[in-house]
């Protein structure tokens, strides 16, 4: 045998419900995503011990390529929420503030319609 491979056994006592679980994975692992049980094994130990590791809890484990799409898409969208804030700002403070403008009653310039001057006298003298 080569210096570069190492052998394991697995025993396996079909009358323990967790052993025949993992009997059923063994026999029916996708053939077309592995190319061999080997690699299958290798796979499903090494996601097994990620998450062992995480003290049991389900962790999301991302390639390398997967992380750097995750970071892009989070560094575009601050980009985009930053710039939205900024232009808010700038426009908020270029527009002028609407105010309140209160008519000034100036009663020497302005002419008092005398027919409705009138009504609104004999309406109170009612």
Do not use: W
């Amino acid at each position: 045998m080569k210096d570069n491979i190492y052998c394991h056994n697995l025993r396996l006592n079909l009358d323990r419900p967790e052993h025949l679980e993992v009997h059923g994975y063994l026999m029916n692992y996708d053939k077309g995503q592995f190319k061999s049980m080997n690699a299958y094994i290798v796979e499903a130990i090494r996601e097994g011990a990620q998450r062992v590791d995480f003290g049991g809890k389900d962790q999301l484990i991302l390639t390398d390529t997967q992380l750097k799409k995750l970071e892009d898409r989070i560094t575009e969208r601050i980009k985009t929420d930053v710039l939205n804030e900024i232009l808010k700002t700038i426009l908020g403070a270029a527009m002028p503030k609407p105010s309140v403008i209160l008519p000034q009653h100036t009663s020497e310039t302005e002419e008092v319609d005398a027919g409705l001057a009138d009504l609104a006298l004999d309406y109170f003298e009612e």
